[in-house]
């Protein structure tokens, strides 16, 4: 299957201060990324997709001006949580899907691991 | 009504049994289907593809019902390492949002 890398694994920061998390589909362009965040025991939550090159579309509930997303090219798309508070503390995952012949089946990264101090 | 709703689980099952697992969706115009597994505290991964005619990978069968709108996963000889959360995936085409389920626990015991 396509590899989708994120970095970094886990991160700690104090209440505050902002942290990024890259994304990169390794051996695919990815027309689409999506940013999911997940707690202990519950199920995927989907934050905000995003589009190369334009905005990214979030989900209800979803700060867009605290959860800040870019998708500048078709192998790399960031987050930046800003101002995090312990209520961010979670494990963030984004996700690839692939243009053209790979179909529609997305590609996940190994998660990061938020905890906020 | 949820967009795609599992049966929570868990499902616990010995070594060797053959275990199916149900999924309902609720847009009759989704387009593509997938059956993803996920381990404790990892990512999702992508288990197989649901098509129309059904599909087989080894012990693992998927199986798609448009009329009924549901889709299902049988796994056979159970082992000990497909304990996992299974989530049931659609695609919804058009906005390209992709919803999951909440998934089903299974822990396959020894």
């Known amino acids: 299957g396509a590899v989708v890398s994120q970095h970094p694994s886990w991160v700690i920061c104090k209440s505050g201060t902002s942290v990024k998390i890259e994304c990169r589909s390794l051996?695919?362009?990815?027309?689409?990324m999506f940013w999911y965040r997940q707690f202990p025991k519950q199920s995927l939550m989907l934050m905000a997709t995003?589009?190369?090159?334009?905005?990214?579309?979030?989900e209800q509930g979803v700060e867009k001006d605290k959860f800040l997303i870019n998708h500048a090219s078709l192998t790399l798309s960031t987050l930046t949580v800003t101002s995090a508070h312990p209520e961010d503390s979670s494990f963030y995952i984004c996700s690839a899907r692939a243009s053209g012949g790979r179909g529609y089946e997305q590609y996940f990264g190994p998660g990061t691991r938020l905890t906020v101090t | 009504r949820k967009e795609v709703e599992q049966d929570p689980g868990p499902f616990n099952v010995p070594e060797g049994a053959t275990v199916a697992f149900n999924c309902t969706y609720s847009?009759?115009?989704?387009?593509?289907f997938f059956w993803y597994r996920q381990d404790c505290r990892k990512e999702p991964k992508l288990l197989m593809s649901v098509y129309s005619s059904g599909n087989e990978d080894g012990r693992f069968t998927a199986q798609l019902n448009r009329a009924s709108q549901y889709i299902s996963l049988l796994i056979r000889d159970s082992k000990l390492s497909d304990s996992a959360t299974y989530l049931c995936?659609?695609?919804?085409?058009?906005?390209?949002?992709?919803?999951f389920g909440a998934g089903t626990r299974l822990f396959v015991k020894a």
């Open positions: 995936v659609v695609y919804l085409g058009g906005g390209f949002k992709t919803i």
């Open positions: 051996d695919f362009q990815a027309t689409t």
């Open positions: 847009n009759s115009a989704s387009q593509s």
């Open positions: 995003s589009n190369e090159g334009s905005k990214a579309t979030y």
